[in-house]
């Protein structure tokens, strides 16, 4: 099984997870082209793909799916609320009704040989969700745009072996940076998006000796560094209430809009 960003961050996200017989992308928010690139370079072709899982309807994670569904014929994994979001969106174009494939949260389903949980999580979206996946004893996540995280998404994201996981904004960068207030209040509230230092909380909270990789992504392109989200993970992880320091886990930036490594479990 493997786990490999596409592209992350504010301006788009496309994650691949996979395994030998299957092919899986959660969320298209990138040209159909620069998707088939990436792509490209894991050795996969569009044709591959057995199907693309979306976690909302705001344009970074759809802006590449109706070209890429059309082209190549492949259903589509959504809640009610998201579907009933992007059909309303004029620009998607027209997409074949029977890609569609309505989840819900918190009912697993599989595809092929992998088997996908959809998750709540809060965010200024119709129906959104992150998921989990899983392949044999291996499981991996893609939790991005959740403005909070509670109990339930500490339960959901437990013994893990890789995750993706938002780390979107430093605070104060946010505070004195250009966004309009109501804008900053949005991503600081409970329905935004998580800041680095939450996100290290969260992280303190599912750290286990399996846990093999740690992609932070979704980082904003004006609120954030790549160096201060790492290194601000990693100090809440060596500080926390944990018995592990950050040296005990592979952590990783997933860059903004190119391919970032492969999580090979």
């Keep these: 099984m493997r786990m490999c960003s596409i592209a992350s961050g ?83 174009g027209n997409i074949d009704q029977e890609l569609w ?46 403005g909070i995280y509670n109990d339930y998404t ?22 004195v940076g250009p966004y309009p207030y109501p804008l900053k209040q949005r991503i600081l509230g409970s329905r935004g998006h998580l800041s680095n230092e939450n996100s290290g909380r969260l992280l303190c909270r599912i750290l286990h000796d399996g846990l093999k990789y740690i992609s932070l992504g979704h980082l904003s392109q004006d609120n954030n560094l790549p160096e201060l989200a790492y290194e601000t993970v990693r100090m809440e992880i060596s500080l926390g209430d944990n018995p592990y320091s950050a040296e005990d886990f592979h952590i990783q930036v997933a860059r903004r809009s190119e391919l970032s490594p492969v999580m090979e479990l």
């Design 10 to 92: 504010s301006s788009g996200n496309c994650v691949y997870v996979g395994s030998e017989a299957t092919h899986l992308l959660v969320d298209v928010g990138i040209s159909g082209k620069k998707t088939e690139s990436g792509l490209g370079e894991l050795g996969i072709s569009g044709r591959d793909l057995d199907g693309i899982l979306i976690t909302h309807e705001h344009a970074d994670h759809i802006s590449g799916l109706g070209v890429l569904a059309r082209k190549y014929e492949i259903p589509i994994y959504a809640t009610r609320g998201t579907i009933a979001a992007i059909r309303q969106m004029k620009g998607m």
């Design 101 to 146: 494939v309505e989840v819900q949260e918190d009912q697993r389903f599989t595809i092929k040989d992998l088997t996908v949980n959809p998750l709540r999580i809060s965010h200024d979206a119709a129906q959104p969700v992150a998921y989990r996946i899983s392949y044999g004893s291996k499981r991996v996540a893609v939790c991005t745009d959740l």
């Design 154 to 175: 500490v339960e959901c994201l437990k013994g893990l072996n890789a995750i993706l996981l938002e780390a979107n904004h430093d605070v104060n960068m946010l505070q």
